[in-house]
């Protein structure tokens, strides 16, 4: 148990299929986040939100749309994704900056 | 510009060898410093963390690890591996509110 749960574990899309990946967290915790996970590459920043609000977009392609109605769940929204896309996507929560992320166990995505 | 180094990509040891893991930053504050560990397959869990006061923080079994800033350096150690800590890990650096910057991680291979 994380403490930030994540749905689904994996998924296999088609390039003009529209799907969603949900995070979901009852930690109290103010901050919701997306990053990015791929091979050979730094974690990637996508969209983080603040009391619901969106304050970072790390220049994230359109075809990803980020949700969050409310502190405790976070969406990202996909469509007519590329096969580059296909990473493990984690979601993670915090409190204050200086307490640490709770990451979610992550979606792997397969874009086909 | 804020960076996390880690400098080793693999590191294999034997069980019950030491082990240090190399992380080193660039960041114009003090920073808080993280050491994070993620299993095949699953997201990343908080190993420790370093915000302020003593310099040598302990986290779970058995990790600790050391900021140094004349070096900018927050190294991870282990005195004994054990076969279950085969993992990636890693560092990373609180860059402001909310906002981290990861390390590209280090894959620990642990011999029998």
């Known amino acids: 148990e994380t403490g930030v749960t994540q749905t689904p574990r994996h998924l296999v899309m088609g390039m003009t299929n529209k799907k969603s990946l949900k995070c979901e967290q009852h930690?109290?915790?103010?901050?919701m986040y997306w990053y990015k996970q791929s091979a050979k590459k730094p974690l990637e920043l996508m969209f983080v939100?603040?009391?619901?609000?969106?304050?970072e977009n790390n220049s994230v392609p359109s075809r990803f749309s980020p949700e969050c109605p409310n502190s405790s769940h976070l969406f990202l929204h996909l469509h007519t994704l590329q096969p580059e896309d296909s990473a493990l996507y984690l979601c993670?929560?915090?409190?204050?900056?200086?307490?640490?992320?709770?990451f979610g166990s992550g979606t792997r995505l397969t874009v086909v | 510009a804020q960076s996390v180094t880690q400098p080793d990509i693999h590191i294999t040891v034997s069980e019950g060898a030491s082990l240090e893991l190399r992380c080193n930053y660039s960041y114009g504050a003090t920073p808080y410093l993280f050491w994070y560990v993620q299993s095949p397959g699953q997201g990343l869990q908080l190993l420790l963390k370093y915000f302020s006061g003593d310099t040598l923080v302990k986290g779970n079994n058995g990790f600790e690890a050391e900021f140094n800033r004349s070096q900018s350096s927050f190294n991870l150690r282990k005195p004994s591996v054990h076969w279950s800590d085969a993992a990636e890990y890693f560092c990373a650096v609180g860059a402001g509110t909310y906002k981290y910057i990861f390390g590209t991680g280090t894959r620990l291979k642990v011999l029998a």
């Open positions: 993670a929560s915090s409190q204050e900056s200086g307490y640490g992320y709770t």
């Open positions: 930690l109290g915790h103010n901050a």
């Open positions: 939100y603040n009391f619901k609000e969106q304050t």
